[in-house]
């Protein structure tokens, strides 16, 4: 991994009253830009192939110039063209997966957040050591010839989804799973799914106070999965098990939700938990940030993934949300994003947010 010396070094060199944010055209680009243009910054979309036509329809949204490279493979060569900007990469899901957490990790350009995250996010064993001592209740892991009733199996790494799958017993595990790649098996939760969105700064000192810094909770979704909330409109599971149809997963889109206020000092102390157990573990996430969790009918919150950078879910709220409201009119994560760049600009402490 780059060298925290090395970007400083890097950061050195910038004008910092003329900063540019850049990111991949893909995910939650179109907040990102937004949020950045709002903020003042200037805007780098990075393009695999032509630069998206539909970027043209959203004005606000449309970065102020491309640099278009033919695979993500090759993103990390255009730091050349990156630094003399003044560029501040912003990554979301889509840039860290397709590129490689390797590759990403060496990237010369000074990046928001902290890459140690990555480690600890992409190895879902590393992840449920990070969760569980935070004091997190997660579903339990079960080993494959323990199945007794159904579970959830996942591959590693941020796939949207893709792959993912249920499985009732040993067979059943055996006959789906694909034992090229890396996978955890936990216990299926039944309840209601809620994606919550956090910002942690290391920098702010006004709110929802930390050991160090501030947390924020911005907004909440939940997920929409290619067949998976659909498909029992045909029939029974059995049913649709006869007819050879099978539940899957694959994140298509997202849709707004809100909890009971009751809620919200669990909900608060979860995100508070994962983010002191951060900074003892490897100096801090920072920024957004969201726990995937299930609701259960009594009230339980078990979290079953953390995603450490921006997701696609708060692209609901480019706007705001009904608690981002309460912070400030129009904030979405992008800009808070942005806003926080800001921050470290005027405190002098970039070097806080960035690696």
Same mark, same amino acid.
């Given at each position: 991994?780059? %060298?925290?010396?090395? &970007?400083? $070094? !890097?950061?050195?060199?910038?004008?910092?009253? #003329?900063?540019? =944010?850049?990111?991949?055209? @893909?995910?939650?680009?179109?907040?990102?830009?937004?949020?950045?243009?709002?903020?003042?910054?200037?805007?780098?979309?990075?393009?695999?192939?032509?630069?998206?036509?539909?970027?043209?329809?959203?004005?606000?949204?449309?970065?102020?110039?491309?640099?278009?490279?033919? %695979?993500?493979?090759? &993103?990390? $060569? !255009?730091?050349?063209?990156?630094?003399?900007? #003044?560029?501040? =990469?912003?990554?979301?899901? @889509?840039?860290?997966?397709?590129?490689?957490?390797?590759k990403f990790t060496e990237m010369a350009v000074p990046t928001f957040g902290n890459r140690a995250v990555l480690e600890w996010e992409s190895d879902?064993?590393?992840?449920?050591?990070?969760?569980?001592?935070?004091?997190?209740?997660?579903?339990?892991?079960?080993?494959?010839?323990?199945?007794?009733?159904?579970?959830?199996?996942?591959?590693?790494?941020?796939?949207?989804?893709?792959?993912?799958?249920?499985?009732?017993?040993?067979?059943?595990?055996?006959?789906?799973?694909?034992?090229?790649?890396?996978?955890?098996?936990?216990?299926?939760?039944?309840?209601?799914?809620?994606?919550?969105?956090?910002?942690?700064?290391?920098?702010?000192?006004?709110?929802?106070?930390?050991?160090?810094?501030?947390?924020?909770?911005?907004?909440?979704?939940?997920?929409?999965?290619?067949?998976?909330?659909?498909?029992?409109?045909?029939?029974?599971?059995?049913?649709?098990?006869?007819?050879?149809?099978?539940?899957?997963?694959?994140?298509?889109?997202?849709?707004?939700l809100v909890a009971r206020e009751s809620m919200l000092p669990h909900i608060f102390s979860l995100g508070e938990k994962v983010v002191e157990e951060?900074?003892?573990?490897?100096?801090?996430?920072?920024?957004?940030?969201?726990?995937?969790?299930?609701?259960?009918?009594?009230?339980?919150?078990?979290?079953?993934?953390?995603?450490?950078?921006?997701?696609?879910?708060?692209?609901?709220?480019?706007?705001?949300?009904?608690?981002?409201?309460?912070?400030?009119?129009?904030?979405?994560?992008?800009?808070?994003?942005?806003?926080?760049?800001?921050?470290?600009?005027?405190?002098?402490?970039?070097?806080?947010?960035?690696?």
């Amino acid at each position: 991994m780059i %060298t925290k010396e090395h &970007i400083s $070094d !890097i950061l050195n060199g910038y004008d910092v009253d #003329n900063l540019t =944010i850049a990111t991949v055209c @893909s995910h939650s680009s179109l907040q990102i830009f937004d949020g950045a243009r709002k903020e003042g910054f200037k805007t780098i979309g990075i393009c695999v192939g032509n630069p998206p036509r539909f970027y043209d329809a959203f004005p606000k949204a449309k970065p102020d110039e491309y640099i278009v490279v033919e %695979t993500y493979q090759d &993103i990390p $060569d !255009i730091a050349s063209e990156l630094v003399p900007k #003044n560029t501040i =990469i912003v990554p979301h899901g @889509s840039f860290v997966e397709y590129l490689g957490a390797d590759k990403f990790t060496e990237m010369a350009v000074p990046t928001f957040g902290n890459r140690a995250v990555l480690e600890w996010e992409s190895d879902r064993v590393k992840e449920r050591e990070w969760l569980e001592g935070a004091g997190i209740h997660m579903p339990g892991i079960v080993k494959p010839e323990e199945i007794s009733g159904p579970v959830m199996v996942k591959y590693h790494g941020a796939k949207g989804g893709r792959g993912f799958f249920v499985a009732k017993n040993f067979e059943e595990f055996i006959e789906k799973v694909n034992p090229n790649e890396k996978y955890s098996i936990q216990e299926f939760i039944v309840g209601t799914r809620y994606y919550l969105h956090f910002f942690y700064s290391p920098i702010k000192t006004e709110g929802y106070r930390l050991s160090t810094g501030t947390l924020e909770m911005l907004s909440m979704d939940r997920r929409v999965e290619s067949n998976a909330d659909e498909i029992f409109r045909l029939g029974s599971p059995r049913e649709l098990e006869e007819a050879g149809i099978h539940p899957t997963y694959v994140v298509t889109g997202n849709v707004p939700l809100v909890a009971r206020e009751s809620m919200l000092p669990h909900i608060f102390s979860l995100g508070e938990k994962v983010v002191e157990e951060s900074l003892k573990l490897f100096g801090g996430m920072i920024g957004p940030f969201c726990l995937e969790t299930v609701f259960t009918d009594k009230l339980e919150i078990k979290v079953f993934e953390i995603s450490a950078r921006i997701v696609a879910g708060t692209n609901l709220y480019t706007s705001g949300s009904p608690y981002a409201d309460l912070i400030e009119s129009n904030l979405s994560t992008g800009r808070r994003i942005a806003q926080e760049i800001k921050l470290g600009v005027s405190l002098n402490q970039l070097d806080m947010i960035l690696s």
